[in-house]
């Protein structure tokens, strides 16, 4: 379904070298695993025999009892891809290893490289990378430099403390391909260790776009020196989706689906070549993707960060950039529209710290109101007011006898009130602040969003254009937050004004307001709500979903908010008009990237204006 496969780490009660005992505890897990629609279970290192074994590990009899279980396991296996640990014999040496097997056939084993164990086993950095053995009757894999898959879903497996190497197997396995790494550890915990582990995966998975799986061994391991907290964790491209309680006396499982098809089409854009190292490649059967998400948690409001720190990093950043750009070009003035709404509100803010920064008086930001025909006394009154406390030079400028001189000019019913009604007023605006920059010695601050920019919603040369578009990576969705977390250090006369700017409708006040005074042209009525449009464009952006895919994970973050044909009709929306308005986009000002998406043409996004969005706008059971 949509690339999610359900991955489920399994943490089994053991008995130190009670191998019987051992396997039952792994088949019983990887059985209750299955019924609950596993594609693919992990167990810890050396599960099958516990790992505190010591010189047991050359026993006969453990090494035995080994083969037997291990090959009756490996019999138990079915559709799911099974993965735990157990000692192995190869070349008269004796090797820590991982065995993959699935429908009752063993796919390889994987020896561990740099054993720490170095009294015990061997270290299998020595088996080249085409080392096979002979396991009942077959020829498999040993080695471990080994990449496993089916046409979708493609894995490498590593053992222990992989990442804390200076060239870690994880890096070589991903680099050749593989967008899952599974980790069957062994680690001592020891205070703020698993912390540091822990952030050793989200790092290397975001870094590498892949998904990192991690079981360790835990109940019923030796405590004669040390404590193994059985600690599992399934991370996704810099995200943790889920880790088990530590120090769990009973056999555990943790569950979470990975977006393996998320993960492939990260891995195309970093466009590695394979001209390194030669992987042995070992073809495994069709793993079943999840028939539905029972785990995984889908963000809705996808660019809200948890962390305020973020908050104020936007802001820097935009703060910084806008401030060098100034002192560059010696601008004299920052001119700017304000509307009393969110993304001019953004951009003055904005402007009032690079005059903090560079030691610049308030009044060097000259604040244009330009009241037109549906300018409401609720935006107009808070964009007077805010520009009064911030101490900028506040101009006003009614553009209602201007556009009605020019409608005249080019014989338009001024009763007609379309596209040109609106677009006349938006690029009258434009107009005087773009000369009045010319008088004053600036430069127009261009005060349009992200979301904006991704669906046209901007009048071409109007509000489309400026000397600098400063919100121009700030998606809608995340202006609310910036300006809450401004105002947190304001006084209380501008925290209420800045609090009615976010509680004011989102409009363009284009069109006459009502009888009664108010907004009448609410974008989110005419396009879908902003908070879908955001989340399909990161979505698109970041991992190439499908139309089908968004619809369906919209469905899933936006449960109880909006009904399914709301998210379809903003959906299909938003694919149209992110196609349509690409021209627009491919004539924008410079602008700073502030955040993870930028549709900046020079920098981030490039597409032709021409192209169709035919095969995009396919419904789901339109697609064979």
């Known amino acids: 379904m949509f690339g999610f496969y359900r991955i489920c780490c399994a943490v089994p009660q053991l008995r130190i070298a009670d191998v019987k005992y051992n396997a039952a505890e792994i088949e019983s897990l990887?059985?209750?695993?299955?019924?609950?629609?596993?594609?693919?279970?992990?167990?810890?290192?050396?599960?099958?025999?516990?790992?505190?074994?010591?010189?047991?590990?050359?026993?006969?009899?453990?090494?035995?009892?080994?083969?037997?279980?291990?090959?009756?396991?490996?019999?138990?296996?079915?559709?799911?891809?099974?993965?735990?640990?157990?000692?192995?014999?190869?070349?008269?040496?004796?090797?820590?290893?991982?065995?993959?097997?699935?429908?009752?056939?063993l796919l390889g084993i994987v020896p561990k490289g740099g054993c720490d164990r170095k009294s015990v086993f061997a270290d299998g950095r020595d088996i080249c990378g085409s080392g096979t053995v002979k396991w009942n009757g077959?020829?498999?894999?040993?080695?471990?430099?080994?990449?496993?898959?089916?046409?979708?879903?493609?894995?490498?497996?590593?053992?222990?403390?992989?990442?804390?190497?200076?060239?870690?197997?994880?890096?070589?396995?991903?680099?050749?391909?593989?967008?899952?790494?599974?980790?069957?550890?062994?680690?001592?915990?020891?205070?703020?260790?698993?912390?540091?582990?822990l952030n050793s995966m989200i790092d290397f998975s975001e870094r590498c776009s892949c998904a990192y799986i991690y079981a360790s061994a835990g109940a019923g391991e030796s405590v004669t020196d040390c404590v193994y907290a059985g600690r599992s964790a399934i991370v996704e491209a810099g995200t943790l989706l889920n880790e088990n309680r530590p120090f769990d006396v009973q056999s555990n499982l943790i569950y979470d689906e990975i977006d393996v098809e998320k993960l492939r089409n990260?891995?195309?854009?970093?466009?590695?070549?394979?001209?390194?190292?030669?992987?042995?490649?070992?073809?495994?059967?069709?793993?079943?993707?999840?028939?539905e998400l029972k785990y995984r948690y889908i963000e809705s409001q996808v660019f809200v960060p948890e962390n305020p720190q973020e908050l104020e990093e936007v802001l820097q950043i935009q703060t910084y950039a806008l401030a060098d750009r100034i002192k560059r070009i010696n601008s004299k003035t920052m001119v700017l529209g304000i509307s009393g709404g969110l993304d001019s509100t953004l951009a003055l803010l904005v402007c009032h710290n690079v005059c903090k920064k560079l030691n610049r008086p308030f009044s060097d930001i000259i604040a244009f109101t330009l009241p037109g025909f549906g300018t409401t006394g609720r935006t107009y009154n808070n964009a007077v007011a805010l520009a009064k406390e911030l101490g900028v030079t506040l101009k006003e400028v009614n553009i209602k006898e201007a556009a009605l001189?020019?409608?005249?000019?080019?014989?338009?019913?001024?009763?007609?009130?379309?596209?040109?009604?609106?677009?006349?007023?938006?690029?009258?605006?434009?107009?005087?602040?773009?000369?009045?920059?010319?008088?004053?010695?600036?430069?127009?601050?261009?005060?349009?969003?992200?979301?904006?920019?991704?669906?046209?919603?901007?009048?071409?040369?109007?509000?489309?254009?400026?000397?600098?578009?400063?919100?121009?990576?700030?998606?809608?969705?995340?202006?609310?937050?910036?300006?809450?977390h401004y105002a947190e250090n304001c006084s209380e006369k501008i925290q209420a004004i800045l609090q009615d700017i976010i509680d004011t409708p989102v409009s363009p006040e284009l069109l006459p307001p009502s009888k009664t005074g108010e907004i009448a042209q609410k974008t989110e009525d005419i396009l879908g709500p902003y908070e879908l449009h955001d989340f399909f464009l990161y979505h698109f952006i970041t991992a190439g979903a499908s139309v089908e895919k968004m619809q369906f994970m919209a469905e899933r973050a936006f449960a109880g908010v909006y009904t399914a044909d709301e998210i379809s009709g903003?959906?299909?929306?938003?694919?149209?008009?992110?196609?349509?308005?690409?021209?627009?986009?491919?004539?924008?000002?410079?602008?700073?990237?502030a955040n993870l998406i930028s549709l900046s043409p020079r920098t981030s996004w490039l597409m032709p204006s021409e192209a169709n969005s035919a095969s995009f706008m396919i419904d789901a059971e339109g697609r064979k």
């Open 30 to 105: 990887y059985k209750e695993a299955c019924e609950n629609g596993a594609g693919a279970v992990l167990f810890p290192e050396l599960a099958l025999t516990s790992a505190s074994c010591g010189d047991l590990f050359y026993q006969y009899d453990l090494l035995e009892n080994v083969r037997f279980e291990a090959q009756r396991l490996i019999e138990a296996s079915g559709g799911a891809v099974m993965i735990f640990g157990a000692p192995a014999v190869y070349n008269n040496s004796l090797y820590n290893c991982a065995f993959v097997a699935q429908n009752g056939r």
């Open 138 to 197: 077959r020829e498999v894999a040993f080695n471990s430099d080994v990449i496993f898959s089916d046409d979708k879903f493609s894995f490498g497996v590593v053992i222990g403390e992989d990442l804390s190497g200076m060239l870690p197997q994880s890096a070589f396995l991903n680099r050749e391909g593989a967008c899952v790494v599974f980790d069957l550890s062994a680690v001592r915990e020891l205070p703020g260790s698993w912390d540091k582990r």
């Open 266 to 291: 990260l891995k195309l854009k970093q466009n590695i070549s394979n001209d390194i190292i030669t992987m042995q490649n070992v073809e495994c059967e069709e793993i079943a993707e999840a028939d």
């Open 405 to 484: 001189q020019h409608f005249k000019d080019i014989g338009h019913d001024v009763n007609d009130i379309d596209v040109t009604y609106e677009n006349t007023q938006a690029r009258e605006r434009t107009q005087i602040l773009m000369d009045y920059a010319n008088k004053s010695g600036g430069i127009v601050i261009g005060t349009g969003d992200l979301s904006e920019l991704a669906l046209g919603w901007c009048t071409y040369n109007g509000d489309h254009m400026s000397m600098y578009g400063l919100n121009s990576s700030v998606p809608k969705t995340q202006i609310r937050p910036l300006i809450s």
């Open 570 to 593: 903003t959906l299909k929306m938003f694919v149209r008009r992110f196609f349509t308005q690409q021209f627009k986009r491919n004539a924008v000002p410079d602008g700073v990237q």
